[in-house]
C-alpha cells in the first residue's frame, strides 16, 4: 500500500508560481504511475497531469495547463512535484496527488489528502 502526502499549496496572486510536492512512502514508488487532480467547490474532481512508472517519461497534461504545469518525478526521493507557473484565479481548487498501479503486488489507486491552493486576481 502507498501513502500519499501533499505539501507546498498556499494563496498566490495570479501570474505567480507554486510547486507541489508529493512524498509516497512505501517500496516499488518508481513502479507506480503518479498523476495530480484538483478539484474546485461543487465541481467534479479532475485530471491535471500524469507521469509513467516503471522507468517510463511520458507526461500528460490536460488542456487547461498545458505549457504552465510541469510534473516530474524523483524516485530516489519517493517523491512527484508540479510546478505550476503563470497561476490564474481558474487553478484554485484543492490538489490531490494519486498513485496507481494496475498488477501486484501494491496493485491500487491511491489518495493524498490534497492540498489548497488559492490564486487570487
Known amino acids: 500500500q502507498v501513502q500519499l502526502v501533499e505539501s507546498g499549496g498556499g494563496l498566490v496572486q495570479a501570474g505567480d508560481s507554486l510547486r507541489l510536492s508529493c512524498a509516497a512512502s512505501?517500496?516499488?514508488?518508481?513502479?507506480?504511475?503518479m498523476g495530480w487532480f484538483r478539484q474546485a467547490p461543487g465541481k467534479e474532481r479532475e485530471f491535471v497531469a500524469a507521469?509513467?512508472?516503471?522507468?517510463?517519461?511520458?507526461?500528460v497534461y490536460a488542456d487547461s495547463v498545458k505549457g504552465r504545469f510541469t510534473i516530474s518525478r524523483d524516485n530516489a526521493k519517493n517523491t512527484v512535484y508540479l510546478q505550476m507557473n503563470s497561476l490564474k484565479p481558474e487553478d484554485t481548487s484543492i490538489y490531490y496527488c494519486?498513485?496507481?498501479?494496475?498488477?501486484?503486488?501494491?496493485?491500487?489507486?491511491?489518495w493524498g489528502q490534497g492540498t489548497q491552493v488559492t490564486v487570487s486576481s
Open positions: 512505501g517500496r516499488m514508488f518508481s513502479s507506480y504511475a
Open positions: 507521469v509513467a512508472g516503471s522507468g517510463g517519461t511520458n507526461t
Open positions: 494519486n498513485a496507481k498501479r494496475s498488477v501486484p503486488p501494491g496493485a491500487g489507486n491511491y
